[in-house]
């Protein structure tokens, strides 16, 4: 019987070229979503495996497992790998494996293979990196090695498609195999053991020695074994006196002891083996004390050039189209209530979110060809003992540079970070880090604000404004981490270690497919929330509470009776505004931040960017165009800037009142989907509660102090 | 007299690593290759200090902090 939907698993260690494969046998036909039950992001993807003569092709799930040394977890997302491979009722346990073994570095990616053959699943061995192995004058002989292993072994280059064929058919010739008697274990139960696993085999229903001998280690980690059969489990272990630490000791260097023969036979080696020479070569300068940081910081430079400076061209015309469309389409649409929810909510709303797609493809695309290159891991070096200092790890990088596009998937990746404590506090500042959506609001009112001239004949002012919120935000994330280390108490010490990729050059076609699910994942799922903010905030614009707008309006055209008419149309529009649902909401927060210079105006877009920052703009374009004068559309810089204060009569939007504001942006946690991340992540509301409660005041009171002295 | 262990190695130095003397980090440091009779040689340290790259057997490039490094005994 042949089952309608196989699942296929891949595992290998961290940069074997694990997903370089699962790209390689995809290609565009994958998805990412997440793992039932735990918050571990899933690929998965599928493939037709081609069956041998006259056999029709059969459709497979692939599933992308977290890359890992062992089957015995260091960090939270490798856990899911057990968490699978010990279920076979788990919708994803795999009729096969595919292990991924870095050529260049047999012996311990040996290890791996061992333990998920002793598992009793049929796997197959994808022998990748020949050519790194070949430079460094290893020779593989991959009929030798899959002589002695007992299972298909199959030389592959990923990043070229090589051998993808031969892959297949070994991947057919295992899950076809009829008589499926176990192969022999690489590691030997002791004697001591026995009992134990006997008992655990009975109690489960198991028929596998290792996997019981999993039971025991790592129940806590599986979730599909119930709270009381878990507390049976440490009855067995204390009953039979089973020593973990000394059996995992024990079991590891079994397992290479059985390995280095192996290794031995199957790999030659001529000459001297040395890491590639150009990542000796590129080391001495990235890892350099003083050219290393150099470098960094010419990165990160190149990077805000990039999504400001850059980004700012396709930005312009795209907000210069969307004005461009809501003229036509008030013009070609009757007038009325339609043509005012389809211009002024649906398209400026769809503006609002569109605007966002250059900078987020550009972002992500740098970000992905840094990771790509290997240069990331660098980065942690360089910068682990200065992260150290306020209480977090130099993986931390990684989410805090992340944060600068989203912090949603930032905050995901903390999870390769062992040491809870150094995670928590990475969750806790990264949504300090100035993320994509804050780019629209920095954007605008910088634009308002600061010259658009050169520094020194290169950098743009206006970039280098920019750069320093950035950096605000950075120092405000690295000082708030050291301030909550000296609160939170630490349980265990933080572990680094880390394995330095060599360089390689990005692939573009992964860079480019990152960029795109970037833009689709944004434009659908934050763009949804935009755009019902903008229509709700539309309607609560329009209408107000009982007839108050009406009463308004008469009254004004009757104060107004000999002004032009087109004054009398402004003040008209302004005063429904006032006296509409989102106004009242507006006037009525209007005592609290009236001390940092915002008037009712900027508290309903305040209050809208509650579900995200990203709809600041969009409101204030909303609200803007809803009071402007509907005959001639103006881009949304052109409004702010034509904003008077009534009070003052000069510009609203004085440099006090901007830089307030993009200090609260910088410190801010608006952001719906953070919170609910965060709650994900730390299992509960505590952390997201004090998160938000210590983010609002510290942006408040930075915006208070900010207004204040400026004006 | 202290033993030697990979923290106290000069850059460029190279040592033959012999044991742990941590239960818990062995286990990992075992699990990311680095094995008793391996030959490991100081590529980097990183500013300040720490961490630092060592090469293990010339075949790949591992950083770790200093602490950590502290608990590799060489012969």
Known sequence: MKSENIKIALVGNPNAGKSTLFNALTGLRQKTGNFPGVTVEKK????????????????????????????????????????????????DFPAAIIVVADASNLMRNLLLFTEINDLGIPAVLALNMLDVASSMNLTVNAVQLAMQLNVPVVR??????????????????????????????????????RGLIEEVKHEHGLDNDYLALQYVCQHDNFSFVPVAQRVKLDGLIEKHQFDENAFLANETIQRYKKIKPIVEKAVKAEGISEQPYWTRKLDAILLHPFWGY??????????????????????????AGTAATIEWVKGVLPEGILNDLI????????????????????????????????????????????MRKFGLNGRSVVPLISGVACAVPAIMT???????????????????????ARLPIFAILIALVVPDEKVLGFFNLQGLVLLGLYLLGLVGALLSAWLLSLFLERKEPGYFMLEMPSYKLPRWGHVGFTMLESVKSFVFQAGKVIMAISIILWVLASYGPGDKMENAEAQVTEQMKAQPQEEIDAAVASVRLENSYAGSFGRFIEPAIKPLGYDWKMGIALLASFAAREVFVGTMATIYSISGDSEDVLTVKERLLQEKNPDTGGPMYTPAVCYSLLVFYVFAMMCMSTIAVVYRETHGWKWPMIQLAYLTVLAYVSALAVYQLMS | MAERTVSHLKKGEKGIIKSFSDKVMSLKLLEMGCLPGSEVRLDFIAPFGDPICINVGGNYSLSLRLNEASVIILE
């Open chain 1, 44 to 91: 998965s993807g599928t493939f037709s495996l081609k069956g041998t003569q006259g056999e029709k092709s059969r459709e497979v799930t692939l599933v992308d497992l977290p890359g890992t040394y062992s089957i015995y977890p260091k960090s939270k997302d490798e856990t899911v790998v057990m968490d699978i491979l010990a279920n076979p009722k788990h919708p």
């Open chain 1, 156 to 193: 592959i280059n990923a990043r070229t498609g090589e051998g993808m064929a031969n892959l297949q058919d070994a991947v057919r010739q295992v899950i076809d195999q009829t008589d499926k008697h176990p192969l022999p274990c690489f590691y030997e139960t002791t004697h001591a053991e």
């Open chain 1, 294 to 319: 150099v470098t960094f910081l010419l990165v990160l430079m190149v990077v805000f050039q990039a999504i400001f400076a850059w980004a700012s061209y396709p930005m312009d015309m795209i907000d």
């Open chain 1, 343 to 386: 211009t002024d909510g649906i398209l400026a709303g769809i503006g609002g979110i569109i605007i966002f797609i250059p900078q987020i493809a550009i972002l992500f695309g740098l970000v992905s060809i840094l990771e790509e290159s290997g240069y990331m891991a660098r980065v942690m070096v360089i910068m682990d003992k200065l």
């Open chain 1, 414 to 436: 903390t999870r390769s970070i062992s040491s809870r404590y150094e995670r928590l506090l990475t969750i806790m500042v990264t949504p300090l880090m100035s993320c994509s």
